[in-house]
DNA sequence: GGCTAAGCGAGACGGTACGTCGAGTCTTGGT
DNA sequence: ACCAAGACTCGACGTACCGTCTCGCTTAGCC
């Protein structure tokens, strides 16, 4: 999950590698994330800060794209889905979490980098869906099961089409507030959120009603 | 326009600025985008392509950074909306418009990066801003005005209120179709988009009718 | 003689030093100078070829330099005076031995390498003049001997101007044949070997004469 | 003579390489030589010395090993033949300067280092024969040339033979010298340096009457 | 015949230097 | 003032070795 696996390799010989190293890596690097942000960020000075040489760096990741990644994507499980009683506050509540997450100067510069060097990176590409993309559409189909079941939306028919909408809805939401929120620059703030899950909840009615 | 304006200096004394450069080398960034990726791109290699010695680069622009929002803002002016007769013809011709560049290579790779760095550096975001960003909202402003004069939407009230629906309506399409085509990384395809359009023009109705 | 003696420890207790090891990486050693010569050997190259861990070298050498004095050393003992009938034939001989022995690739390269770093490090420079240097004396000390009892030379009048002239003749053709052979990169031959021995025989009478 | 020549490119174009800095670099080099030794000397050390980067370095000489040649090699020339009165009073001093040079802390180190590695390295060895060992023979040619003008040695018959000889002196002066101070690590003294000068004299003699 | 003290293979560890590369600046001579 | 060329400083890169340090396991001699 976290760590470059140990190549060709039994893992019953020789010393075992050091748990308190990773640990203090993921944690400096996110340090160094936040004074530096991702373009100052170096792997001299992560092992520097983690009290680890750069070769204890390079043995566990192959680049420093893919150990930022390692450092972010934990807080990305952070985002939870409390029931709130309907589908509008229960978008508003998730749609402000992610955004105070995108406002921690840690994700903020290493989310977009990371994806920027993803385009030319097809395992780079493959470790953010697996460690940080896919893990949040949980979110999306915690929120639609639970809006069925209170009858806000129709019951499923075609389960094609049901999975279609949840990533029609994924891209939407988690696209619309980073462009907010990192392009655009303007805040995500409440009446913005609400704004945004009006429009969700409209437009999911009217879908589903000729889906 | 396009490049740095010459510090503490009359423009009237000396020789003047090559034009032939100037075109010269942001193809050249061009190219370098396409053959390398952003993070591989380097100023010395833009300038072999661009037959230009690295001085004339740094004359005219601050940094890599600038030189690249340079080299790809143009390629945003493409972007048009001709009507199609109905606010979901138009919105889906934009999205396609839209998607296909963000498959150009050279965007790709660029967009996200400079978005990135601009996260720390206040002049590259508001270089972003002013070449990229506020001149496609031009196109939501456009598709609202027309599909007001259709009908389809009701006349504004509060312009104030408009505006904040412009502006969220550029943060949904723009981001979501960055998201799906870069993060995702699934196709931005005629299905989708037939999603996505039939999403947004319910929502807007649902909005337009109690907001 | 060869190996670090086991540091604060009874030597009869616990599992004793593998003796096919110390074999393995001294011919591990001598074989890896041939192939890559003294600044590209590495410990861990050596400890692979021997088939041992690094762990086990260092528990017998305390670094690469010594560890290759120890493999070069015992080449020196090859060396021989056999009786040819006079001393310029004694002579020629045993330079054309040592000069053997310095063409040889482990001795080329590694010889003056240890001698340069020994300028630095008294304890390999004490390693080196007892391994090899002084070794070699008894065949200037036999010669001579051997050359009284013929009546080549006087018969000894001051031991103290004796040492002293041994020690002379074993830096001028010990340096001789080095010099020649990897300074100057000449083939040390037999009609250069010639000269260098009537230079040696007539500068001895000489020298003896009024010594 | 001191530096790697610039590659296939016109001297005329760009900025002139600094010769400030090539001073600056071998003073340098000579000066961590002395303290620290060969063997421990760095580019990056010496770079910070001289007041340079260290691709500053690496631009004028391929590796370490050339740089001390180049910045060890200016210290031979000080060598000087006066004109003493007789062949051994001649040697003497020729071979008491050397032995002052080789006492010196940074040829003490470099040179045996340097010759060991040329041992692998042909254009290494290519170069200290240009830089150094050529440029001393003209010591031994004037040295003779005098001792034959003086009467001390014959004039020469066959100018190859002299050639031979010439070139066995040098071996032998040269090589005995710098085994006795660094592989013996005695001291080159007026008794000793006595002692070589009559091994010489008397042999040149014998050698002469029936070479 | 179990105990104990070392040896051993394996490989991770903290360091240090390597030689290269790119950014951005400066210095030539020439337009 | 512009320009091409290329040297300059700075700093990070990713690699390679050094010599040390755990691991789990083996191999003796002694009780």
Redesign the interface.
């Known amino acids: 999950m976290c760590s470059r696996t140990n190549p060709r390799h039994s893992p019953r010989t020789g010393r075992p590698r050091s748990t308190e190293a990773d640990a203090a890596i993921l944690e400096a690097t996110r340090e160094a994330l936040v004074e530096l942000?991702?373009?100052?960020l170096t792997m001299g000075d992560v092992a520097g800060r983690a009290g680890v040489a750069k070769t204890t760096l390079y043995r566990r990741w192959a680049n420093k794209n893919e150990l930022v990644v390692d450092a972010v994507a934990v807080l990305f499980d952070e985002l939870e889905l409390p029931d709130l009683g309907s589908l509008q506050a229960d978008i508003e509540h998730v749609v402000l979490q992610f955004a105070a997450l995108l406002e921690r100067p840690e994700t903020?510069?290493a989310?977009?980098?990371v994806?920027?060097?993803?385009?030319?990176d097809e395992p780079l590409?493959e470790r953010?869906?697996a460690s940080i993309?896919d893990r949040q559409k949980r979110l999306v189909l915690a929120g639609r099961k639970r809006a069925q079941q209170r009858g806000e939306l129709p019951a499923d028919r075609d389960p094609v089409a049901v999975d279609?909408?949840d990533?029609?809805i994924?891209?939407?939401v988690?696209?619309?507030?980073?462009?907010?929120a990192?392009?655009?620059?303007?805040p995500v703030d409440e009446?913005?959120v609400a704004?945004?899950s009006?429009?969700?909840?409209?437009?999911?009615?009217?879908?589903a009603a000729h889906?």
Do not use: C, N
Request: proline share 2%; hydrophobic share 55%.
């Open positions: 942000g991702w373009s100052k903020k510069t989310l977009m980098a994806v920027a060097e993803s385009t030319r590409r953010i869906r993309v279609a909408i990533d029609l994924f891209d939407v988690a696209g619309a507030v980073v462009h907010r990192l392009v655009s620059a303007e009446p913005w704004r945004l009006a429009l969700l909840v409209g437009g999911l009615g009217a879908v889906g």
